[in-house]
């Protein structure tokens, strides 16, 4: 029989630590608590009830955005795309939604927002399907020239719909110069309206394409 192992109890070096632990000591930050199995359950049961109530905040703020009056939209805009030009309505492709993304890509800027590039890293071609098959539409839309946005677009390896509004004051009538912003648009035939726009850290929460949708008024 080999002979019992005997076990160092040494305590480890800083350098010795793994590497996020060794990372969050360095950088002054201080681990969780440690408790034992039974406090931990404890502490872990009150979590799901206040994701309930969040759940249910959220629910009736949605509701509520959803019973926002529109404004009726009377200035026409015109859009530089791949296809040439676009008007507002014609971003619509048909369907009686539309989203749009504020894109923050400036005119010779060579590096998007950085919140604007997280959100549209979410922008697959599943999702833009789901959206079509609701109803809803999606373009994003920035001040760059169209060549810039498509060197960027190239570069970063996405194929959404997106178009240039450098010819118009798209972006000075939705106040989206200084923050990432989506914003939600109504058709009915030609009439076109302004239904919401969020801004900022609220635009953190779409990644799933159910949340685009809340943005949306709900017919009936």
Same mark, same amino acid.
């Given at each position: 029989?080999?002979?019992?192992? %005997?076990? *160092?109890? %040494?305590?480890?070096? %800083?350098?010795? !630590?793994?590497?996020?632990?060794?990372?969050?000591? *360095?950088?002054?930050?201080?681990?969780?608590?440690? #408790?034992?199995?039974?406090?931990?359950?404890? @502490?872990?049961?009150?979590?799901?009830?206040?994701?309930?109530?969040? #759940?249910?905040?959220? $629910?009736?703020?949605?509701?509520?955005?959803?019973?926002?009056?529109?404004?009726?939209?009377?200035?026409?805009?015109?859009?530089?795309?791949?296809?040439?030009?676009?008007?507002?309505?014609?971003?619509? +492709?048909?369907?009686?939604?539309?989203?749009?993304? +504020?894109?923050?890509?400036?005119?010779?800027?060579?590096?998007?927002?950085?919140?604007?590039?997280?959100?549209?890293?979410?922008?697959? $071609?599943?999702?833009?399907?789901? !959206?079509?098959?609701?109803?809803?539409?999606?373009?994003?839309?920035?001040?760059?020239?169209?060549? $810039?946005?498509?060197?960027?677009?190239?570069?970063?390896?996405?194929?959404?719909? =997106?178009?240039?509004?450098?010819? /118009? /004051? &798209? /972006?000075? $009538? &939705?106040?989206?110069?200084?923050?990432?912003?989506?914003?939600?648009?109504?058709?009915?035939?030609?009439?076109?309206? +302004? @239904?919401?726009?969020?801004?900022?850290?609220?635009?953190? #929460?779409? @990644?799933? =394409?159910?949340?685009?949708?809340? !943005? %949306?008024?709900? *017919?009936?």
């Amino acid at each position: 029989m080999s002979s019992p192992r %005997t076990i *160092d109890a %040494t305590p480890l070096s %800083t350098s010795q !630590l793994p590497t996020l632990q060794r990372s969050l000591i *360095d950088e002054g930050m201080s681990l969780p608590q440690a #408790a034992s199995r039974g406090e931990w359950l404890i @502490g872990r049961e009150e979590v799901p009830a206040q994701d309930r109530a969040a #759940a249910r905040a959220r $629910d009736a703020v949605e509701a509520r955005r959803q019973r926002l009056p529109m404004v009726k939209l009377d200035k026409g805009y015109e859009f530089e795309g791949p296809g040439g030009e676009s008007t507002l309505v014609d971003l619509f +492709h048909g369907l009686p939604r539309l989203l749009v993304c +504020h894109f923050l890509l400036d005119p010779g800027g060579d590096t998007g927002c950085a919140s604007c590039s997280a959100a549209a890293e979410e922008v697959s $071609d599943d999702l833009l399907a789901r !959206l079509c098959a609701r109803d809803t539409s999606f373009a994003a839309v920035s001040r760059a020239p169209l060549a $810039d946005i498509q060197e960027y677009q190239a570069r970063r390896g996405w194929a959404f719909p =997106w178009y240039s509004c450098s010819g /118009n /004051n &798209f /972006n000075n $009538d &939705f106040h989206d110069r200084v923050q990432s912003r989506q914003s939600v648009f109504q058709r009915d035939g030609a009439r076109l309206f +302004h @239904g919401y726009s969020m801004f900022a850290r609220r635009t953190e #929460a779409l @990644g799933n =394409w159910c949340y685009w949708l809340d !943005l %949306t008024a709900r *017919d009936g």
